[in-house]
């Protein structure tokens, strides 16, 4: 059995600690804030994912994983580290590495024996080989290790099930050396017949920004043309059914939105654009992509406020905050940037509620916005209503109700997740993205 030791325990490290731990690895996950680790220790899981808290208790309980801040001795301790820190962006677009670069100066400085470093942290191409050489710089007693990169690919949201039911691994290397214990501690993905893929790091670094990239690009063209639906009268709705009838396109990431958000994809977009950049080979197609995004954020706030017509004594109501839905995660959550907007507009009030992210939205708006408790308080006094984030729970409102409780009449769904006729029936003006 493997000792397996996560440095970061956040939503990638954490998914993959647990997951490494239900397949049989001693896992033991690390982190620098103390906060998260006592809350472990305690069976109680910082983020909200799916089936993440009983797994977590059931691992705990049979003793396959553990908790602390101890960075040094956990890397003595283990076979092989799993790096899962944060690569968040910098104001140029370019990926943070110190929090990385840091964590590979404390394995260098306690390796006692040879152990595979595993990256899953997104790392711009030649990241691997720079952590390979601080490791090297930071153990004086030139220990033997392999350095492999393991990009993860989760959804947030899904994440166990994704941990479980990848549709690829991708596991890239220097040497076939490492592969070995790789294949064991994924043994039952293995076996179960998850297509794995063999690489180099630098290929393997690649894969994953050319994944997130592509999918971004994909959201982006869809929400352009519903911009162009929206101004031409065509119904982008039926548009995107008919495209994904192709199998060629497939339908999936095919829905217009108010921009995608999220932890992974601006950030990925803007690091792989700056390192094209930088190789003086730049992705046109990735640039316009960022930029096109940011337009549809502000786009859905334009929306909003054109149905209010004016935003002087305007009361405006959200439904969901978090960037997509099953997450409390608000990172570059388009509903920043539509709050941001709205209020800079003039509006009156902002009321919003979140199944999950209403914590996270406190700690961002502060007292800018009125924290409700359920879609119907929110709906209360209000003269429109948009809906942001498709939680299921707001999938199948009472419109009558909420027609009831609110000032004005005014329906912006920028999820398109209701038929326009049932809520126009209801009494309300109707507005979709890309469909009316
Ligand atoms: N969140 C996702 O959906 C997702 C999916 C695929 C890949 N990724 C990538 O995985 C990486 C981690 O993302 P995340 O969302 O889990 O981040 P996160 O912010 O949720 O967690 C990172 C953790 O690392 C800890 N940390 C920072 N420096 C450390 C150090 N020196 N030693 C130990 N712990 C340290 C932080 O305290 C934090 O708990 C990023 O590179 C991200 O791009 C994320």
């Not at 553990?66 to 910098?90: H, Q, R």
């Not at 691997?128 to 220990?143: F, G």
């Not at 502060?366 to 939680?391: F, G, R, S």
Request: hydrophobic share 40%.
């Amino acid at each position: 059995m493997y000792k397996i030791a996560v440095l970061g325990t956040g939503y990638v490290g954490l998914t993959a600690g647990v997951g490494l731990a239900s397949f049989g690895s001693k896992v033991l996950c690390l982190d620098i804030d103390k906060e998260k680790i006592e809350k472990l220790k305690k069976g109680i899981s910082p983020i909200y994912e799916a089936d993440m808290e009983e797994l977590l208790n059931k691992n705990i309980d049979e003793k396959r994983i553990e908790f602390s801040t101890d960075i040094s001795e956990g890397v003595k301790w283990a076979d092989i580290i799993f790096l899962a820190v944060g690569t968040p962006p910098k104001e140029d677009g370019s990926a943070d590495l110190s929090y990385i670069e840091e964590a590979a100066k404390e394995i260098g400085k306690n390796l006692n024996g040879y152990k595979v470093v595993v990256t899953k942290s997104t790392v711009p191409v030649g990241t691997n080989k720079k952590l390979k050489k601080i490791i090297m710089d930071n153990d004086p007693d030139n220990h033997e290790f392999d350095i492999v990169s393991n990009p993860e690919f989760l959804r947030e949201g899904s994440a166990i099930h994704d941990f479980f039911h990848p549709d690829r691994v991708v596991i890239g290397t220097e040497s076939g050396r490492p592969i070995e214990a790789i294949k064991k501690i994924y043994r039952p993905l293995y076996l179960n017949e998850t297509p794995f893929v063999f690489t180099d790091l630098e290929t393997a670094e690649t894969i994953k920004y050319a994944s997130n990239c592509f999918l971004a690009m994909k959201i982006t063209f869809i929400n352009e043309l519903a911009r162009f639906c929206d101004a031409s009268g065509a119904n982008v709705q039926t548009i995107a059914k008919a495209l994904g009838m192709d199998g060629r396109i497939s339908p999936k990431f095919l829905h217009p939105g108010p921009g995608y958000g999220g932890s992974c994809f601006p950030k990925d977009t803007k690091a792989l654009a700056y390192t094209a950049r930088k190789f003086d080979t730049p992705l046109k197609l990735i640039e316009t992509t960022v930029k096109s995004n940011e337009e549809q954020k502000h786009y859905a706030a334009k929306k909003i406020l054109k149905m209010l017509g004016n935003a002087k004594n305007k009361r405006v109501g959200l439904l969901g905050l978090s960037f997509k839905p099953e997450t409390d995660d608000m990172r570059d959550s388009s509903a920043i940037v539509i709050i941001e907007d709205l209020l800079r507009a003039g509006v009156e009030e902002i009321k919003a509620f979140d199944p999950q992210a209403m914590e996270n939205a406190k700690k961002i708006f502060k007292d800018k916005i009125t924290y409700c408790t359920d879609e119907y308080e929110v709906a209360k006094d209000v003269d429109i209503l948009a809906l942001v984030t498709e939680w299921n729970q707001f999938r199948n409102l009472d419109l009558q109700k909420i027609k009831s409780l609110m000032k004005g009449n005014a329906f912006c769904d920028l999820r398109n997740i209701y038929k326009p006729d049932e809520v126009k029936e209801a009494g309300f003006i109707y507005e979709g993205v890309g469909i009316r």
